[in-house]
């Protein structure tokens, strides 16, 4: 409580990197999303980029066991390579099999088309004018996948197989060539904070390695944040899906705020 704003956000800075966005488009996110039963909260978006400013104290601490944790992520899924890589050929020949399945023409009943003989009667006594067969040919159309992983504490203990999943998901969609985003997310001192691992546009693989896990989790305001980051950068296609990874227990220091069906507040859990 007694540090001010300006050094919160340092702090959140140092912590997980650089800012997605600038202070005056925080500002106005927090202002339209951290309401009702997030009122009073912050938001804080960051990168993904690993360059850090010459660090101190307890900050500085956890980016060293943040980097600590990369290379236990990056060690434990080449400890089981060759399981992980049987799993993402699996699962991308699942993904493939889905899109071809939706891809193959469908008969539907229609008012034009091809007379289907056997339907005429309904026209005649059921005033049915959908008495042809027409074909559809079924389009996906383009589609660009958020993938959002837990970071909160009660990770703490399967860290790599969190970030190994993240990363066997996000490949087998790849391979589809379903472009893919890879973001964590938890709240700190009172900002529910978005990391992003893996961009759209990046090639490599390398930052998913970089999920670390702690603090709470704010899932409400976590998923609103989801959603403005998509507004923001939706991808190179139009529709978009978002898968989230957690273990749906919410839980954050910050409670909810009195209200006037609820005069006293309550945990936000």
Not at 3 to 13: F, N, S, V
Not at 90 to 103: D, F, G, V
Not at 130 to 157: E, H, M, N, Y
């Amino acid at each position: 409580l007694a540090q001010t704003e300006a050094a919160l956000r340092k702090y959140m800075r140092g912590y997980f990197g650089a800012p997605l966005y600038d202070q005056s488009q925080l500002e106005s996110l927090e202002r339209e999303l951290c309401v009702d039963e997030h009122q009073g909260c912050h938001l804080y978006y960051a990168t993904g980029d690993d360059t850090h400013e010459k660090l101190k104290g307890y900050v500085a601490a956890q980016r060293r066991n943040a980097l600590r944790q990369m290379e236990l992520n990056r060690a434990a899924y080449e400890a089981d390579a060759t399981r992980h890589r049987t799993s993402i050929r699996r699962l991308t020949a699942r993904i493939r099999n889905a899109m071809l399945a939706y891809l193959q023409p469908t008969p539907v009943r229609a008012a034009s088309g091809a007379l289907d003989a056997g339907r005429i009667w309904r026209g005649v006594y059921l005033d049915d004018d959908k008495v042809f067969t027409r074909i559809l040919q079924s389009d996906p159309g383009d589609l660009s996948v958020d993938i959002l992983l837990d970071a909160s504490s009660s990770q703490i203990d399967r860290q790599a197989v969190v970030a190994a999943q993240g990363y066997m998901i996000a490949e087998s969609l790849t391979r589809c060539h379903i472009p893919v985003r890879v973001s964590s997310f938890c709240s700190l001192r009172g900002y529910t904070v978005l990391r992003v691992l893996k961009h759209f546009k990046d090639k490599q693989w390398q930052g998913v390695n970089q999920y670390f896990a702690s603090g709470w989790n704010r899932d409400g305001l976590a998923l609103r944040a989801a959603g403005d980051l998509i507004d923001f950068d939706p991808g190179p296609a139009a529709r978009h899906l978002l898968i989230l990874l957690t273990d749906a227990s919410p839980n954050d220091s910050r409670r909810i705020p009195p209200s006037p069906n609820d005069p006293l507040g309550r945990d936000y859990g």
